[in-house]
Each structure stands twice: as C-alpha cells, then as structure tokens.
C-alpha cells in the first residue's frame, strides 16, 4: 500500500516546483528568441511539481511515486542539456555560459529534491489491525 508524502516533503516539492519556474522565466527572459524551451521546462515541470506538492499536501497516496519519476526525468534531462551547454563553453562558445549555469541550477534543484522523495517512498504506513467483529 502507498503511503502519502508528509507535509515537509510535499511543501520542499511547491518551493522546488516555483524554483523551478523562476528559473525557466529567467532563461526565457535572457534570451526570448532562443530560450523558449527554458521558459517551456521550467514552467511545465514547475507547475507538475507544485501539483504534486499541493496533491501530496492532500494526502494522495501515489503522489511520491509520480513525483519521484518526474524530478528524474528532469534530472536526465538536465543532465544531457548541461553537459551539452559546458561543452559549447569549453569549446569556446562563451554565450553558452548563462543557459549552462542555467540548467545546471534546474539539475542541482532536482537533485537536491530526491533525496526526500525517496524518503517519502520508502517510507510505509504502520500495519493496522485487522478486528475479527
């Protein structure tokens, strides 16, 4: 049986979900012609991630589950996009550097989540006796 996410873990996800959108709303406004997929991310991994946070609040049961997979996902995904952007630095393209750093703080801020989602995952409600009445 799934168990809720406490309200530390489920208020850690609404800050981490508008981190999230600040930084895709500051990626987008340096640079709108080119930045939209900044913009795109962050305000729609944000707004999943408030969700989950507000849903887990409430006390839905697969909420850490689905939680867990989306910060992963982004977690991925930054992965592969701020090692692209660091490699563009280092081969000199130094416009690069803002959206490098820029993906790598939407990386840390997912990393930095997980530990509290696994927490909440693995955590399992206590056994509740069954009465014979």
Excluded: H
């Excluded at 530390?8 to 600040?22: N, P, R, S, W």
């Excluded at 406004?29 to 962050?42: C, D, H, R, Y």
């Excluded at 000199?92 to 840390?108: W, Y």
């Excluded at 990393?111 to 409600?125: D, F, H, Y």
């Amino acid at each position: 049986m799934l168990r809720s996410m406490d309200l530390k873990t489920a208020g850690y996800l609404i800050l981490y979900g508008a981190g999230l959108i600040v930084l895709g709303l500051v990626g987008y406004l340096s640079n709108p012609e080119k930045a939209k997929t900044a913009l795109i991310v962050g305000g729609t991994f944000g707004a999943l991630s408030i969700l989950w946070g507000v849903l887990g609040a409430r006390e839905v049961r697969w909420i850490a589950p689905v939680a867990l997979v989306t910060t992963a996902l982004l977690i991925a995904a930054c992965a592969w996009r701020a090692s692209v952007g660091w490699l563009a630095v280092l081969d000199g393209q130094s416009e690069k550097l803002f959206a490098a750093a820029l993906i790598t703080a939407m990386l840390a801020a997912s990393a930095a989540m997980l530990p509290s989602l696994l927490r909440a995952l693995k955590k399992r409600p206590a056994a509740t006796p069954q009465s014979d009445e």
